[in-house]
C-alpha cells in the first residue's frame, strides 16, 4: 500500500509560464552582475543550489556561502514580484487526483519532493492555492543532490506518519528523468507524467511503474490499489 505521494512541483503540479527562469535571470544579474546567466542552463529537474553553482562556474563567480546567500535573497523577491503576473496553470488533472488521494481510505500523506527552494516551493504553489494541500516536503535547502533530496523526503514522512517507511510504500510523481531517478535511489515508485520537461517516451526510457501524458489519464485508485511487483507503464 501506497502510504506518501511526493510531488515534483515545476512541470508536474504547476507550469509558470517561466517566471522561475526570469527570476534567475534578473537575481543574477543584479547580484553579480551578469546578463546572460541563464543561457546555458538547463533547468528541467534539475535543483535551485545545482543550478546556481553551475551558473557562478560559467561566470567566473565564487561559489561562496555569502554569494549563495545573496543570490537566493534576490531570486525569491524577483520571484513573489513576477508570481504575481504569472501566466501560468495547475497541469492537467492534477486537482482532481490530489482529491482522489485524500478521498482514499486510508489516505497516503501527500507532500513535495521538489529541487526548488523551500521559500520558492511556496511562492509559486500559494499563487495557485494549492501550498496548504501538502502536509511535509523536502527542498533544495535540505541537499544540492536530488537524491539525498529524495532521502531526506523519506525521512520526514516516516516521522510524520510514526512508521519506517519502505521504498515500495512511497509514489514519487514527476515529470523528468532526474524525478525517476531520486525515486528509485529511495527504492520508491514512479508515476511519470509528460506535462513538463521530458517527452513521453523520453520517459519510457527510463521506466516508470507509470507513465501517462498528464494525471487526467489515471486514478488515485488505481496506483495506490495495485500490488507491489506488477509494472502498469503504458
Not at 501560468?88 to 481510505?105: D, N, Y
Not at 513538463?196 to 490499489?225: F, K, M, N, T, Y
Request: glycine share 10%; proline share 4%; net charge neutral.
Amino acid at each position: 500500500m501506497i502510504r506518501l505521494v511526493l510531488f515534483d512541483i515545476d512541470g508536474t503540479l504547476i507550469r509558470t509560464g517561466g517566471a522561475g527562469v526570469e527570476a534567475f535571470a534578473r537575481a543574477f544579474a543584479e547580484v553579480f552582475g551578469v546578463r546572460d546567466g541563464v543561457e546555458r542552463i538547463r533547468f528541467a529537474g534539475r535543483t535551485d543550489t545545482s543550478l546556481v553553482r553551475e551558473m557562478m562556474s560559467l561566470s567566473g563567480v565564487p561559489p561562496t556561502e555569502a554569494n549563495f546567500r545573496r543570490f537566493f535573497e534576490a531570486y525569491v523577491a524577483h520571484l513573489r514580484e513576477l508570481m504575481r503576473g504569472c501566466q501560468g496553470e495547475i497541469c492537467p488533472g492534477v486537482v482532481e487526483f490530489i482529491a482522489q488521494l485524500r478521498a482514499l481510505s486510508p489516505p497516503p500523506l501527500i507532500g513535495l519532493l521538489t529541487g526548488n527552494i523551500r521559500a520558492g516551493a511556496e511562492i509559486k504553489l500559494r499563487h495557485f492555492q494549492l501550498w496548504d494541500l501538502f502536509h511535509v516536503g523536502a527542498f533544495a535547502d535540505d541537499h544540492e543532490d536530488r537524491n539525498e533530496i529524495a532521502v531526506v523526503a523519506r525521512e520526514r514522512g516516516s516521522r510524520a506518519l510514526r512508521e519506517p517507511l519502505r521504498g515500495e510504500q512511497i509514489l514519487v510523481v514527476g515529470d523528468t528523468a532526474h524525478d525517476i531517478r531520486c525515486a528509485r535511489a529511495i527504492g520508491a515508485r514512479v508515476l511519470a507524467v509528460a506535462t513538463g520537461g521530458h517527452a513521453l517516451e523520453e520517459l519510457r526510457a527510463h521506466q516508470p511503474d507509470w507513465l501517462v501524458r498528464d494525471l487526467r489519464e489515471v486514478s488515485a485508485a488505481e496506483i495506490c490499489g495495485i500490488p507491489t511487483g506488477r509494472t502498469a507503464a503504458s
